[in-house]
């Protein structure tokens, strides 16, 4: 019996099983990948600027940060396993998974995000041939792509990222989208738009032409474009059905994710929200706003175990458990 499982291992989830380790809980942290990031693993090389007091990180680099800080307490750690209903207990709650296992906790916080990210697929039959050569559906690393032709189906936000992102990188950058605008910030349409960025409107895949890798595509029947390096952004399908398979109710928000409190209460008592799971009056959708969720889920999940409890944790900065390990950073840095 745990005294908080926390479902998802994106930056709310790690960071909520950090802060119950500074509060002394049993945690356990459950993920349907195979590796901790959640969501972010969908854009390891994208630069992130707006985590407080830090400088601008890779993806990939915020990852291992936070996962580093979220084992300090060895809370128990359970990947490759979906989480696909929660039964009530006399004494808790009951998680059952898709690989016929079972979790038994006193709380639980649902750190989800938007759900389970499938990347929404070209629909072509030679599609999987091509998955583990040059067919992509993120971009996990840019040099990969220096001095290559790509090409970037797609006109959302995260498309006209990529392309900006890679037209100083490679050779040449394509973008094809099926209307004759684009959506995302206007700043980053105009940027696209006046670089060397080569747009192709009204237009869509409908063949991909190789062997062992893409060596062209075709656009609306017609016309053969020669690539070297195929981007595939058309979104992602969610899979958010945790809810819905569950025995106890828990009310929705009418426009996306768990109706909540600020603090992050859900209605049923002794389970919480935190990060992209959890909508209420005032939410930011920021990494920052995650942490804040998570430490305030934590923070009512204790008290829910211990009505007596102080209502938060001490500052690290006084917390016994780092005066070990501060005189060790202290040496390092000679002070």
Do not use: C
Not at 295 to 309: D, L, M, S
């Amino acid at each position: 019996m745990y005294d908080v499982t926390i479902v998802g291992t994106g930056p709310a989830g790690l960071y909520a099983a950090f802060y119950s380790g500074l509060r002394g809980m049993k945690t356990k942290l459950i993920d349907s990948q195979a590796v901790l990031g959640g969501k972010i693993h969908a854009y390891p090389e994208k630069m992130i600027w707006d985590v407080g007091g830090m400088p601008p990180l890779l993806g990939e680099q915020l990852i291992t940060h936070l996962s580093e800080q979220a084992v300090l307490f060895d809370p128990t750690v359970v990947l490759n396993s979906k989480v696909e209903g929660i039964s009530q207990q006399d004494d808790g709650f009951l998680l059952s998974t898709e690989n016929g296992e079972n979790h038994s906790t006193k709380t639980v916080i649902l750190a989800t995000g938007s759900g389970i990210l499938t990347p929404k697929k070209v629909g072509l039959p030679e599609e999987e041939r091509f998955v583990h050569t040059n067919l992509h559906y993120t971009v996990k690393s840019l040099a990969r792509f220096k001095d290559k032709a790509v090409l970037i189906s797609g006109g959302g936000k995260s498309a006209v990222d990529w392309a900006n992102t890679l037209e100083p990188i490679a050779k040449k950058v394509y973008v094809t989208y099926r209307k004759d605008h684009f959506t995302g910030h206007e700043a980053d349409i105009q940027k696209l738009l006046d670089s060397s960025v080569e747009v192709i409107y009204e237009s869509v895949i409908t063949g991909l032409n190789g062997t062992e890798k893409i060596e062209s595509v075709t656009l609306n029947h017609t016309e053969q474009l020669p690539v070297e390096e195929v981007i595939i952004n058309h979104g992602y399908d969610i899979q958010n059905d945790l809810i819905e398979k569950s025995d106890v109710v828990i009310n929705m928000h009418p426009e996306y994710g768990i109706q909540g409190t600020s603090m992050g209460e859900t209605s049923v008592p002794g389970i919480y929200g935190a990060g992209d799971a959890i909508n209420y009056d005032g939410k930011v959708n920021l990494i920052a706003g995650a942490f804040h969720d998570a430490a305030n889920a934590v923070n009512r999940a204790k008290q829910f175990i211990e009505p007596t409890a102080v209502k938060t944790a001490m500052v690290s900065s006084h917390h016994e458990s780092f005066k070990t390990k501060n005189k060790k950073i202290y040496a390092e840095l000679e002070l």
